[in-house]
């Protein structure tokens, strides 16, 4: 059964790095998703993208974040300067329909 | 902006019913999903159900809607300890436009 799969699982890095975020939406899909999860909140939409650009973005999402589909398979999601804040559940979504979610990566930023 | 409400626990008996309930503020949603999150794993889509449909079974999952009240529920019939999880209500308002989740429902089959 063809599935979303994010790398790493899961990350940890220090406070002001870099990171990206990496996913493989499911191939026929048009739609992709980027949502988080602090740990014991809700799931809480970054961005969606469609056709090679951002199509919806939430307040959430500001300039330190990026996405980018680099190529006809992976979907990621950047962080420029990581913050304390930023250690949630990133979770990729992709649907044509209803959306299919991946197993998420676990970022802690210490 | 759209919101979607849930209890936050459930404790059951195993072989006994479960009825997690939601309610949503969004009354343009056309599609309302039902996720299960195990410890540490992702959300694995359950069902879900079109805005024009009271009612969606599939095996053990039962999804009733009521539109009007903006009122969805998922009833687990001979609830398992494999059930333990959190269960979150989503909504979508058209196309393909963002989920809105609920806090998700924390469900604990005793056995």
């Known amino acids: 059964e063809p599935e979303v799969t994010q790398t790493p699982s899961h990350q940890v890095t220090q406070m002001g790095q870099e990171v990206i975020l990496r996913c493989v939406p499911i191939?026929?899909?048009?739609?992709f998703y980027w949502y988080r999860q602090i740990l014991g909140q809700k799931v809480e939409f970054l961005v969606s993208f469609y056709n090679n650009e951002i199509s919806e973005k939430s307040e959430i999402f500001d300039d330190q974040f990026s996405v980018e589909r680099p190529d006809g398979s992976n979907f990621t999601l950047k962080i420029r300067s990581t913050k304390l804040e930023d250690s949630a559940m990133y979770f990729c979504?992709?649907?044509?329909?209803?959306?299919?979610f991946g197993q998420g990566t676990r970022l802690t930023v210490v | 902006g759209e919101d979607v409400e849930q209890s936050l626990f459930l404790s059951v008996r195993e072989g006994d019913s479960s009825v997690i309930n939601c309610t949503y503020t969004d009354s343009s949603s056309t599609y309302l999903y039902w996720y299960k999150q195990e410890p540490g794993a992702g959300l694995q889509l359950l069902t879900y159900i079109f805005s024009n449909m009271d009612m969606k079974q599939d095996q053990r999952l039962t999804v009733l809607l009521n539109k009007k009240d903006k009122h969805l529920s998922l009833r687990i019939a001979d609830t398992q300890t494999g059930d333990s999880a959190i269960y979150f209500c989503a909504e979508i308002n058209s196309g393909n436009t963002p989920l809105v989740f609920g806090k998700g429902t924390r469900l604990s089959v005793i056995a």
């Open positions: 191939s026929n899909h048009l739609y």
């Open positions: 979504a992709s649907s044509l329909n209803e959306a299919f």
